[in-house]
């Protein structure tokens, strides 16, 4: 991968890392898949971001437990559930066009299937627990 492309992974990694700690104080603002993003941008852009990112306490307290248990606190669920249901129920009502509108509600139906049956809830305490091990 050339040069630039590894500078724009890293870019907008810190840009999510930017958005997801505002997310931190902000509950308007999804924080974990901000955070995911930036995780992700890192890993493409460069190996010491990488390594850098990982070991910090942001990491350690919000994704840790997704990427190595594929789990979630119900705090952190609801979060990203509510905000993207908002932000399709925009589109929704902005859509005249009723094929549209039903692949948004599958989209949602879809998210909520996968959200509740494929990513494990744990509790807050637990959480923290096995981010200090």
Known sequence: MNKFFKF???FIGFLALGLGILGIILPLLPTTPLLLL???CFVKGSERFEH???GTTIYKRHLENFVRERAMTLQQKL????FADVMIAIAFFFLDRTILRIMLLLIVANKYY???FKIKT????KASQNNSK
């Open 8 to 10: 724009i992974y890293i």
């Open 38 to 40: 930036a995780s992700f």
């Open 52 to 54: 850098w990112f990982k």
């Open 79 to 82: 979060t990203i559930l509510l």
């Open 114 to 116: 996968y959200f509740i």
């Open 122 to 125: 744990i509790q807050v305490g």
